[in-house]
């Protein structure tokens, strides 16, 4: 029975064979990885997977997929399905601990399960991640642009892009209506304030066409008055926007608005 994939849950099925190469090459795969694959789909990639790392955790949220995964991957002792909302499970409790996550994301939740797994995930030392390729331009937008934004901010602070590959369409089925890329970052040490830099960035961007102090009043971290303070402590005008900022700036700010 055809499958037919839900809009409403972001779901363009991998279908092409040939991309699953440059995605070997980027995830740097190794026999001894244990993969999280969030959004399995039709098992291409999972399967793929299965046969070149040691544990494959691969979570989906439709479960009318069960059927189609569990024959496709039968005889895989090394894969666990688990049927469920990436957003809303306990990832960080899969055993063993994944060390990479690799996987074409649902659209409609790409970049909160980039976001969340920067901290949320720390065993993960590799991404490699199928996203639209706004999104993906989005991770590493460099500051003064309109695509730099908080989830730039937290990703740069977390880790180092290394690979970069956009996709065609045509790997996908039903066939999406914007591009789409493969891209990879490897983590760097998290600043101990990752948290708090992650509160600040959101309310700094949450209104972008106003000042950065003003925006951080608008959404009731601070008061302007002590925002202004801040900037002025790390040499910045009160009139700032948080687009000039560069992602290291967000942590001084951080610190300067916690003293």
Known sequence: MAVIPRKSLGQHFLVDDNILG??????????????LEIGPGLG??????????????????DRSLEPRLSERLAGRTNVELVFGDALALD?????????????????????????????????VGLWCVMVQREVADRFFAVPRTKAYGAVSVLVQLAARRTGFHPVSREVFRPRPNVDSALVAFRRVPLPDTFSEVRRVAAAAFAHRRKTLANSL????????????????????????????????????LTAALAR
């Open 22 to 35: 440059v995605i070997d090459r980027l995830a740097e795969l190794d026999s001894a990885d244990v993969v």
């Open 44 to 61: 291409v990639l999972t399967e793929y997977l299965a046969g070149r790392v040691a544990r494959v955790h691969a979570v989906e949220l």
């Open 91 to 123: 990832l960080a409790a899969l055993d063993p601990p994944p060390t990479k996550l690799v996987s074409n994301l649902p659209y409609n939740v790409a970049t909160p399960i980039v976001a969340e797994s920067l901290a949320g995930l720390p065993t």
């Open 217 to 252: 009043e608008l959404t009731g971290l601070v008061t302007r008055p002590r925002a202004v303070e801040a900037l002025a402590a790390i040499g910045r005008d009160p009139a700032v926007r948080a687009e000039e900022l560069e992602p290291g700036e967000f942590v001084a």
